[in-house]
């Protein structure tokens, strides 16, 4: 062999393990959940094994429906999470319409923002579309939120897009068109404090009180230059007004905290110590006054609830109290223990947040809510379960 073919040979024996480790990774699609609002502290994969179908249940029924302020921060903290989302959830736009919708429902229109500016297909959802234009809204950019209603291609007769186009005609100075698609907006769905403010936009009539229910009442009031302080803002509306982004909730828990040896406060700072609890849950079973009887029983259900494991007398003890059983289903309350089992956290959280939305603003039954301290203690989001307990010690009477 020559001395100028050894050395090729060299050069391609040489060169031949760098090119062997050149791999090429195939990134995964984009889905509903894998842009962040913000940092939440939650893991890459918190909806490992979340069936699609739950999440397109429940999703809508956060933007919709009130929920307590633990419940409200629980959504909040996983809708905001940045993580692959359930198989199914690749460019489903609705989806991810429905995740930004609920985070400005719930006050946290900036996780939202960050959201709808990484989503695509815009025009092809009224539900994304929906949420874009609040955003707007409430960002005070109503040009944007009039571009997004002009470029939708789907959904364009549903009510809410009928009174947004209506607005934006009324101030683009085409009264007449206005008129029209205001009519038809409240023949097909009839909205009165809408129809108030809008009839004053159009005819000059008395628009009356403010309302600030919505992105779009907030710019029909703006409009109207209407005393907003004089109205009771909804939570995204409030939110937009401040400027802050969403805290976590406080709970007064000294009225409780008295009568349960300080328990309350330790739950503010971790979990409580374990003889606290055990000497609550004895007492509870103990207690015979029938005034304090039913919020001892409740609260060492409640701390009892975030102990890692009762020793077998207290145990014994609870197992004997005659608290009922809370409302939510058993199917539901059946999937959600196996959800904690496999420690499959976003189902978890998302079946809790389901019974939350049924109970509405005042928060879960005692038996639900206890169930839904147990299942996020063992799915690992002890920071969550800890508000509901100290939400529920609060509202202890």
């Known amino acids: 062999m020559s001395r100028i073919a050894l050395i090729a040979s060299l050069l391609i024996l040489a060169a031949a393990p760098a090119h062997a480790q050149v791999e090429v990774v195939q990134l995964a ?13 939650l893991p890459a994969d918190l909806w490992s094994g979340t069936p699609i179908e739950t999440a397109r249940t429940v999703l809508p029924m956060l933007a919709s429906k009130p929920l307590s302020p633990a419940a409200a921060s629980l959504a909040r903290r996983v809708l905001a999470t940045g993580a692959r989302g359930p198989d199914g959830s690749a460019d489903d736009e609705a989806l991810t319409g429905a995740r930004a919708g609920a985070l400005i429902a719930l006050g946290d229109g900036a996780a939202a923002s960050r959201i709808l500016d990484r989503a695509a297909g815009m025009g092809r959802s009224a ?3 929906q949420a874009a234009a609040e955003a707007a809204l409430l960002a005070g950019d109503n040009a944007r939120a009039c ?3 002009e470029g939708l291609s789907a959904g364009r007769g549903e009510p809410y897009w009928l009174r947004l186009r209506a607005f934006c005609q009324v101030e683009a100075g085409q009264g007449a068109q206005a008129q029209l698609t205001f009519d038809l907006a409240q023949a097909q769905a009839r909205d009165a404090v809408y129809g108030r403010l809008m009839a004053a936009k159009l005819s000059g009539t008395a628009p009356g009180a403010a309302s600030l229910r919505n992105g779009l009442d907030l710019a029909l009031s703006k409009s109207l230059a209407l005393d907003l302080t004089a109205a009771k803002p909804g939570p995204a509306v409030a939110a937009a007004l401040s400027g802050a982004e969403p805290a976590a909730p406080a709970f007064d828990v000294t009225v409780i905290d008295g009568q349960i040896g300080g328990l309350a406060q330790a739950v503010v700072s971790g979990l409580p110590p374990e003889g606290g609890v055990s000497a609550l849950i004895a007492a509870a079973a103990e207690a015979t006054d029938p005034k304090s009887k039913p919020r001892l029983q409740a609260a060492a259900l409640l701390l009892a609830a975030l102990a890692n494991d009762l020793p077998g007398p207290d145990r014994a003890r609870i ?4 608290v009922p059983e809370g409302k939510a289903p058993a199917g539901r309350n059946l999937a959600l223990e196996a959800a904690a089992d496999s420690r499959r956290v976003g189902e978890a959280a998302l079946l809790a947040l389901w019974t939350c939305a049924d109970a509405g603003a005042a928060g879960p039954a005692l038996g639900d809510r ?3 301290v147990r299942t996020l203690i063992r799915a690992g989001l002890a920071d969550d379960a800890r508000l509901f307990v100290l939400e529920g010690l609060a509202g202890l009477k």
């Open 319 to 322: 197992s004997a109290l005659p």
């Open 127 to 129: 539900v994304l579309s």
């Open 370 to 372: 206890v169930r839904i």
């Open 147 to 149: 571009s997004i209603a």
């Open 29 to 41: 699609a984009p889905d509903a959940f894998s842009t962040p609002g913000r940092d939440t502290g």
